[in-house]
């Protein structure tokens, strides 16, 4: 699951203390020297795999060290064809990619079918990687998994080594065969974990996931893990979107604190500033006009954990606790009108099928909230609702602000355990109590909100959440045979996921960021809030 | 010596019963500034131990709605106004009060047992006792305090104790205990090497009084006097401290609430337009350590004759 961090707050006194002792004046506005642009890494970061890349920094670093089959209009959120000469389907089942001619990677090998059918396998063999659940959609992946027992040791290795429904036709051909029609396939490839990788990559992984070979107008130089990320301009890039004015990258790692400090000191050249500093930043003219927006598309949403017994296996329960969040009034208070309260588990009107107001008790009422939880035989005596979430200072924040609305309307008392392993005790299960999530689209589709839903069985998944009605759904809208049709499939599966209410969505985050002077063309993400770094301008 | 003393007690038992504490005791209460350093302190500490004399409203009654509103005096629902969530800074101020001073009392109390310990037993037996105890004062003491409670806390800010009043200010107390005590155990030695050559501690030896008998009864009396005049000073460093290390997020832990803690969450407000966030706890904190210091310090020249010459 994905974790996005759209703006940066936070302030570790600290670090912020210890940072500005450290900073030193702009060095960049020279006239003549390589332009360096200097952006952040908000959170902690692991690896550079395309296949293994799952949260908004690594997404963000990779998109301009490689190339994927498509990419994405910031304006109409619709795929268009980069490294692909075409990708067409007759039946939705069977697809055939072209790809165009005479591109490479960094090191000189060829960007061919055989880098993408490779980097797929390798993905889909590796079920520890964060992009394999996309390969789950391909014939023969099941035949690649490895036979687990419950405790999780593997029983049995499978000897298949490669997807049955991927096949090389020709150098530049690649032939997709899925288990079921996918109308949404040819929106998913511009994806992170869709991205080809050089043979020298898979020959060493692990140096790849430092230091990574790519296909894009950046190759990265070096990466001094938890301090910064160097990237230079690949001379020999031949596609048209690059940043003519950019030679070189630099990502600096701030671990959840903000960078703010450091932006006013000149020396980043986006940032966003932390709630205290946010109505200086407002209030400032000339700041005002280097900011740069986009309309929210991640959803931040409650998870509680079905797989444990508790008062939240009653869905009255679960209604309570969502009737009596505060939502507009936290959002209104912390985001500096920066997010908006959610409503819907799918961003309305920022994807296909997209619609406000699908959850029906995502409104703010305190006597329907005590009355639900009345129902549900209130809250056991002398028990803490613990509230499990990342370290980030910002969560932080909204998530007391969510815990003292919950003890105010309903009186059961809150503790937050903020966890640095968050995303790990989460996928093992491990909580006791509420805890956060959050998504952001990899691909312009409303399926994409909803699928990791699907878990195929019962007590499985982040929340031990299981419905039979609701995988049919979806799987009925997989092989609608247009987008369109299959769209309203997948908002028939969100009713469901609203009557049940296996979660509480609580607010969508707009992306916004403040630039430098020397910065022009300043377009965010519309799915992650992050620069499209291709599409800058830099004047000196 | 006083003559308003002698003349009130008048005779040959009173004049015998003025002993160190009394005399002290007497010069304290004629300076205004103990007077109302000794009312300061107790007013807070009277909030530390009954937070609910001055506030109804519980701290963690937040609500978001009623948040950054500024002072609004006292009668109206918020006298010193909200924070940043709509939690009310006069309850936060009450109740913070406890986790503060209590963490200082606790910290100051062990320290000063573990002190005057190891400083009466290293003046007393001197030989290896001594060689012991003052090496390992002297290691404590080229250690950076400060530097070595953020490297502790901060190794140890994962672990989970709970969430009660004495579990959340644990492990700053025994962080700050443990490189607090070496002052004591320095003085106290000293006033021992001095105390225990007098010639009545002579004759109780000669009389055949046990060591313990010795050093409680003779020695000790005789050798806490400076130690005493440290406390008061030694608890308003410790209230600092605990703020020091709240502001670096490593102190005494949300959900809890401390007067540092407040400063840390107030401190980022204050260019934004609501500095009594910051003002408030601030404010309390200050008159509680300056009223320590200055007890501290008049406690010093009363309980050292040779200063008020």
Same mark, same amino acid.
């Given at each position: ?118 980097? =797929? ?126 030679? @070189? ?62 008062? =939240? ?65 209130? =809250? ?99 092989? @609608? ?16 996921? @609203? ?42 | ?23 002290? =005791? ?122 070595? @409670? ?160």
């Amino acid at each position: 699951m994905r974790q996005a961090r759209i703006a940066t707050f936070a302030a570790g006194a600290a670090v912020v203390a210890l940072t500005v002792a450290g900073c030193t004046p702009s060095d960049t506005v020279e006239d003549d020297g390589p332009v360096t642009l200097k952006l952040t890494i908000d959170q902690d970061m692991e690896t550079l795999f395309p296949g293994d890349s799952g949260i908004a920094d690594n997404i963000a670093i990779l998109d301009v060290v490689y190339d994927g089959l498509v990419r994405y209009d910031p304006e109409t959120k619709e795929p268009y064809n980069y490294v692909a000469e075409s990708i067409e389907s007759d039946d939705n089942t069977v697809w055939t990619i072209k790809i165009k001619p005479d591109l490479t990677f960094q090191n000189g090998e060829p960007v061919d079918a055989a880098a993408f059918a490779r980097s =797929w396998n390798y993905t889909a063999g590796h079920p520890e990687l964060y992009s394999n659940y996309f390969f789950e959609r391909f014939k023969g992946y099941e035949e690649m998994q490895d036979e687990i027992d419950d405790e999780g040791e593997v029983v049995k290795e499978s000897p298949v080594e490669e997807l049955s429904g991927l096949t090389v036709a020709d150098d530049l051909t690649l032939e997709v065969e899925l288990n079921a029609p996918f109308a949404g396939f040819a929106t998913m490839l511009g994806y992170t974990g869709f991205y080809p990788v050089a043979q020298e990559c898979l020959d060493d992984v692990e140096a790849c996931a430092v230091k990574p070979i790519g296909n894009g107008p950046f190759q990265i130089t070096e990466w001094d893990q938890g301090v910064s990320v160097d990237a230079e301009r690949w001379a020999d890039y031949t596609l048209d979107e690059t940043p003519e004015d950019i030679d @070189a990258i630099n990502w600096r790692e701030y671990a959840g604190a903000s960078s703010w400090s450091d932006f006013e000191a000149g020396d980043l050249d986006v940032s966003y500033p932390p709630p205290a500093d946010l109505a200086a930043a407002q209030e400032d003219p000339e700041l005002s006009e280097r900011l740069a927006e986009a309309p929210g598309a991640a959803l931040t949403y409650i998870g509680f954990p079905l797989y444990e017994d508790g008062p =939240w296996q009653d869905k009255e329960f679960r209604k309570a606790i969502s009737m009596a969040i505060d939502r507009e009034t936290i959002v209104d208070q912390l985001s500096g009108g920066l997010a908006t309260p959610a409503d819907s588990w799918v961003v309305p009107d920022g994807v296909p099928g997209g619609e406000a107001g699908t959850c029906e008790w995502c409104v703010f009422d305190p006597e329907a909230a005590k009355a639900a939880l009345e129902k549900a035989g209130g =809250w056991p005596d002398g028990e803490t609702l613990t509230i499990g979430l990342s370290n980030d200072e910002t969560e932080i924040e909204y998530f007391k602000a969510i815990g003292d609305s919950i003890e105010a309307n309903l009186g059961i008392p809150y503790e937050l355990k903020p966890n640095p392993d968050f995303s790990s005790v989460r996928s093992e299960q491990g909580f006791d109590g509420i805890f956060r999530n959050n998504w952001f689209p990899d691909y312009p589709l409303n399926e994409n909100y909803l699928a990791f839903y699907a878990v195929g069985e019962e007590g499985a998944g982040n929340f031990g959440w299981y419905d039979k009605e609701f995988e049919d759904k979806l799987a009925e809208g997989d092989q @609608a045979a247009t987008l369109d049709e299959a769209v309203v499939k997948y908002q028939e599966a969100e009713a469901i996921l @609203a009557e049940e209410f296996p979660t509480i969505p609580f607010r969508f985050n707009a992306g916004a960021e403040y630039y430098s002077e020397r910065l022009d063309d300043v377009v965010l993400d519309p799915f992650s809030g992050a620069v499209r770094v291709r599409a800058l301008t830099v004047t000196e | 010596m006083s003559e308003a003393a002698s003349a009130a007690t008048g005779n040959v038992a009173g004049a015998a019963s003025r002993t160190l504490a009394s005399d002290a =005791w007497r010069s304290l209460r004629r300076r205004p500034d103990v007077i109302i350093s000794g009312l300061i302190i107790t007013f807070f500490v009277v909030m530390a131990a009954f937070p609910t004399l001055f506030t109804s409203v519980s701290p963690r009654h937040c609500v978001i709605g009623d948040a950054k509103i500024k002072p609004q005096g006292f009668g109206n629902e918020f006298p010193l106004g909200t924070d940043s969530f709509g939690c009310d800074t006069l309850a936060q101020l009450a109740h913070g009060s406890r986790p503060s001073l209590l963490l200082a009392l606790v910290v100051v109390g062990t320290a000063l047992v573990i002190g005057v310990t190891l400083g009466l037993l290293a003046g007393y037996y001197l030989g290896w006792v001594d060689f012991v105890v003052s090496r390992t004062v002297e290691v404590f003491l080229v250690i950076p305090y400060l530097l070595a @409670a953020m490297l502790l806390l901060s190794l140890f800010k994962n672990v989970d104790l709970g969430s009660g009043t004495f579990t959340t200010i644990m492990l700053p107390a025994i962080v700050l205990t443990l490189f607090g005590w070496m002052g004591y155990a320095r003085y106290v030695r000293a006033s021992v090497l001095e105390a225990k050559n007098l010639d009545y501690v002579t004759a109780a030896r000669a009389l055949g009084a046990s060591d313990l008998r010795i050093m409680f009864r003779h020695v000790l009396p005789n050798a806490i006097g400076p130690v005493t005049a440290l406390v008061p000073t030694a608890i308003a460093g410790v209230i600092g401290a605990e703020a020091v290390l709240a502001f670096l997020g490593i102190g005494v832990r949300p959900p809890a609430i401390s007067w540092g803690i407040m400063i840390e969450n107030g401190s980022s407000w204050v260019l934004g337009g609501y500095p009594h966030m910051l003002l408030v706890p601030l404010a309390a904190l200050l008159a509680t350590v300056l009223s320590l210091v200055v007890l501290g310090d008049a406690l010093r020249d009363a309980l050292d004759p040779r200063l008020s010459a």
